[in-house]
C-alpha cells in the first residue's frame, strides 16, 4: 500500500505545481496532457484514474479476477486498446516473482472517461502454484502507443505460473 500513498502524494504535489505555474500549454499530440483548448487532463493518466480488483467468476480450470477503472467528473476522456503491459503484483508491498502474460484481441479500441468505466481480466490457472497479492502495476496501451506513468490496482487476489491479462473492455 506504500505505492498507493506515494501516487497519491505525487498527485498532490503535481497539482500544487501546475496551479503555481498557472495551469502551463498542453500539448495536442500527448496522450495523457489536457487537450489542447480543453478542460482537464486526460482520465487514461495514472494519476487521474482509480482501479480496483474484484474475484470474478471462475471458468474451468481458471480463477478470474476482475480490474474495473473510473474516472471522476472533471477528466478527459482518452482511448485504450488491448491489454495492460509490464503487469506486476505486489502482496503488501513486495513484489512477488510472478509477471502475466497477455491474451485476446490486442487492437480493440475503447473509450474511458467520466461516466465510462472499464475493466480488464486477470485470469490465474487453478494449478498454478498461487500466491497472494493485493495490488497490481501495469502500463496502459492506446491505439498508438503507451500511457507513460504506471497505474495501480487494489484488491485481494492470488497470482502464479501462467497468469495471463485480457485486453481493456468497456464497462464496469
Known amino acids: 500500500m506504500m505505492r498507493t500513498t506515494r501516487k497519491i502524494a505525487v498527485t498532490v504535489a503535481a497539482a500544487v505545481l501546475v496551479g503555481a505555474a498557472g495551469g502551463g500549454a498542453a500539448q495536442a499530440s500527448s496522450p ?3 487537450p489542447a483548448g480543453g478542460p ?5 493518466r495514472p494519476a ?5 480488483i474484484t474475484a470474478g467468476p471462475a471458468t474451468s480450470g481458471h480463477h478470474h479476477y476482475r480490474v474495473t477503472m473510473t474516472a471522476a ?3 478527459g476522456p482518452c482511448r485504450l486498446a488491448g491489454s495492460p503491459t509490464g503487469v506486476r503484483f505486489y502482496h503488501h508491498g513486495s513484489l512477488t516473482k510472478f509477471t ?12 474511458f472517461g467520466p461516466g465510462h468505466p472499464v475493466h480488464f481480466d486477470i485470469q490465474v490457472p487453478d494449478s498454478a502454484g498461487g ?15 503507451v ?9 485481494p487476489l ?14 464496469a
Do not use: M, W
Open 32 to 34: 495523457t496532457a489536457a
Open 40 to 44: 482537464a487532463p486526460y482520465a487514461c
Open 48 to 52: 487521474n484514474h482509480i482501479a480496483k
Open 73 to 75: 467528473r472533471g477528466y
Open 100 to 111: 502475466a502474460g497477455r491474451y485476446g484481441p490486442q487492437n480493440k479500441v475503447v473509450n
Open 131 to 145: 500466491v497472494p497479492a493485493d495490488e497490481a502495476a501495469f502500463t496502459l496501451k492506446t491505439p498508438d502507443g
Open 147 to 155: 500511457i507513460p506513468g504506471e497505474s495501480t490496482a487494489s484488491g
Open 158 to 171: 492470488t497470482v502464479g505460473t501462467g497468469t495471463l491479462v485480457g485486453p481493456v473492455q468497456p464497462g
